[in-house]
């Protein structure tokens, strides 16, 4: 099992740009594939972007596709999601995601675990 928590939300204007991090506790963190899901008021939480436990593999949801990055540092225990040209819209809590696997490539849109979330607000 792994704890994750997140880190790195804040307040940025429109066109900015904002990387949140997940730290994950535990040394197995290799051993699972990650996401990123958001969740803004009044709305369901939905899926943001995924990476394998080797990064070589990625998935993005289509309103973040070219504008956000997600990468991994296996050394760092760590999960980033690099947010470019943000618009209001993206307004949201960011929570981090993983699940034990033993496929190295693949993505995945459910998980095991979950982090608290960061908030992340974008200024019109």
């Known amino acids: 099992q792994v704890q994750l928590v997140e880190s790195g939300g804040g307040l940025v204007r429109t066109g900015g740009s904002l990387r949140i991090s997940c730290a994950a506790s535990g040394r197995t963190f290799n051993r699972h594939a990650m996401g990123w899901f958001r969740q803004a008021p009044g709305k369901e939480r939905e899926f943001v972007a995924a990476?394998?436990?080797?990064?070589?593999?990625?998935g993005y949801a289509d309103s973040v596709k070219g504008r956000f990055t997600i990468s991994r540092d296996n050394a760092e225990n760590t999960v980033y999601l690099q947010m470019n040209s943000l618009i209001p819209e993206d307004t949201a809590v960011y929570l981090c995601?993983?699940?034990?696997?033993?496929?190295?490539?693949?993505?995945?849109?459910?998980?095991?675990?979950w982090g608290q979330g960061t908030q992340v607000t974008v200024s019109s």
């Open positions: 990476i394998s436990r080797n990064g070589v593999s990625t």
């Open positions: 995601a993983g699940r034990m696997t033993l496929n190295s490539d693949a993505v995945f849109s459910d998980y095991e675990y």
